[in-house]
């Protein structure tokens, strides 16, 4: 039985077209309609919890970039302090200069400036400084003392570190973990419109036998019927009636079977399309359209060889070998000595009010304002430094598990990416030979319903003619309700082994026109 009138259906969903009209769930919920196949995937797109879960995971891998990066913005450091002291004296010297028993002081220190980190390992540090002291020291000339330091320093890693420090690690990573979320998000997204095609399927199918229950028991009633009026007028005898209740009462108890699971079928695809409450379900009635049978052409080699190119999952396992690449030579550096090079510039500016003790010829201005200012002039004291620091660890302990330990993550990371590709290989095999069998099956289907229907025929004939019992006519009926449920099945299956090839090869999304880019920014 050839369903030509959903032709047209088919073509438009592996062509990949969209409906112009994009339904919304108050059209579904709560009503009695028709959805296309393309609908309910429109729907799956906007309410399937799944998704909208696995969609927060991209949006997450892409903070983790920005968080990850944060590692280089510079920082702003300050602080600022005040400290007393008293010191016993115990110096003639002191003593003489008028410092009394002990040495009062009173230090106020302001500082600030930036600190920060660059790619592969170089950290700087540019700071301000000032301090003020107040002191009874006799040896001191200026009270209250005001000294100012601008110092800037960088340290460059040469070996351990050197372009592969733990916050260029991280930021590497970052950028291959988003890759891995995106595909992984395109596996789910994947996954769900198979399965939103294959619920589809499964409640027309359930549908379709519904009705061919219903059409049974109306057979199995008029045979009843029949069967009644020749026992009146003596044609049978009662045990022809008896038969024919029976051939009545087990086709009732079919069709309460039957539907059961088109409700049961109609849950399933609602859980995926919309997530209904409890109550939703109940007066929500879902019609579907019906599979047709169009040959579906299919080359194994090339369906492999696009699985191998598309599929997310190999994607994604690739990504995680390049992960564990990135973490195994950040290992192998960790296992280095240390060896870091460093340079600082600093200024210094030295100012205060002479104690009426010291001597004029010291030259010092006044005020917190001339020690900066001698930054910049030629009294100013100006210094820098180079050198280099190395660590040589024995033992090594640490670093050394850690880089076996790498070794072995990025061994098993490539073979389950091979695991991946076996499995996809073998997915895409099972695929081929399911879709080929359906083909198969659907026309064997078409050919035993064809032939049952015309025994049925045949029979009922023979039963008016009084050729036949009642028994014979429900054995033969019951055949032709076989075969109708079978090719039923088959269709289902067909149009099912469809979605799962295309799956298998990672077309689906694009035959269904889905943009995977489109559909992380969507929101519920």
Do not use: C
Request: net charge negative; glycine share 6%; aromatic share 6%.
């Amino acid at each position: 039985m050839i369903r030509s009138l959903a032709l047209l259906t088919l073509v438009s969903i592996l062509a990949g077209t969209t409906p112009a009209h994009a339904i919304s769930d108050e059209e579904v919920i709560g009503s009695d309609r028709l959805i296309t196949l393309q609908e309910a995937i429109e729907l799956a797109l906007r309410n399937n919890l799944d998704l909208q879960v696995s969609r927060t995971d991209p949006a997450l891998a892409r903070l983790g970039i920005k968080e990850s990066k944060g590692a280089f913005d510079p920082k702003f450091v300050g602080g600022a302090s005040f400290g007393h002291s008293e010191q016993p004296v115990a110096s003639n010297l002191q003593s003489a200069f008028g410092s009394g028993s002990s040495i009062d002081e009173d230090t106020w220190t302001y500082n600030g400036g930036l600190q920060g980190q660059l790619p592969w390992g170089l950290t700087y540090g540019s700071m301000y400084a000032l301090n003020r002291l107040e002191t009874t020291s006799g040896f001191n000339a200026l009270d209250p003392e005001w000294r100012a330091q601008w110092k800037t320093e960088i340290t460059i890693p040469l070996l351990r570190g050197f372009y592969w420090s733990a916050s260029d690690l991280a930021v590497r990573r970052s950028y291959v973990l988003n890759d891995v979320s995106n595909q992984d998000f395109r596996a789910l997204l994947n996954q769900t419109v198979f399965q939103v095609e294959a619920a589809y399927w499964d409640l027309t199918a359930a549908r379709e036998s519904e009705t061919v229950a219903e059409k049974s028991l109306k057979t199995a009633r008029a045979v009843l019927e029949q069967t009644q009026v020749q026992y009146e007028v003596g044609v049978v005898s009662k045990v022809s009636v008896a038969q024919a209740e029976a051939g009545v009462a087990q086709r009732e108890f079919d069709a309460i079977v039957a539907r059961n699971a088109a409700t049961r079928g109609q849950d399933t695809l609602l859980d995926l399309i919309l997530a209904p409450d409890f109550r939703e379900f109940t007066v929500t009635t879902v019609r579907t359209e019906e599979p047709t049978f169009v040959v579906y052409q299919v080359d194994a080699e090339a369906a492999i060889q696009r699985a191998f190119e598309r599929r997310p999952e190999i994607a994604a396992a690739r990504k995680r070998v390049e992960d564990a690449d990135l973490q195994l030579k950040y290992a192998r550096n960790q296992r280095l000595p240390a060896l870091d090079t460093s340079a600082s510039y600093s200024m210094d500016g030295l100012s205060g009010d002479p104690k009426p003790s010291a001597t004029s010829s010291l030259g010092i201005s006044e005020g917190s304002h001339s020690a900066n200012d001698k930054f910049f002039r030629h009294d100013g004291a100006h210094s820098w430094s180079v050198g280099a620091s190395i660590e040589i660890p024995f033992g090594n302990d640490v670093a050394d598990s850690r880089y076996s330990m790498s070794k072995i993550m990025f061994r098993r990371a490539k073979t389950q990416l091979r695991q991946s590709e076996q499995t996809v290989t073998i997915d895409v095999r099972v695929a081929v030979r399911e879709l080929r069998n359906a083909i198969d099956a659907v026309k064997a289907a078409e050919r035993n319903v064809a032939a049952r229907s015309e025994s049925l025929r045949a029979e009922q004939e023979r039963l008016r003619l009084g050729d036949s019992t009642p028994r014979n006519v429900l054995e033969v009926e019951e055949d032709l309700a076989a075969a109708e449920q079978q090719e039923i099945a088959a269709l289902q299956r067909y149009a099912v082994a469809i979605s799962a090839l295309e799956r298998a090869q990672s077309s689906l999304l694009e035959s269904r026109g889905i943009k995977v880019e489109e559909e992380l920014r969507r929101m519920p």
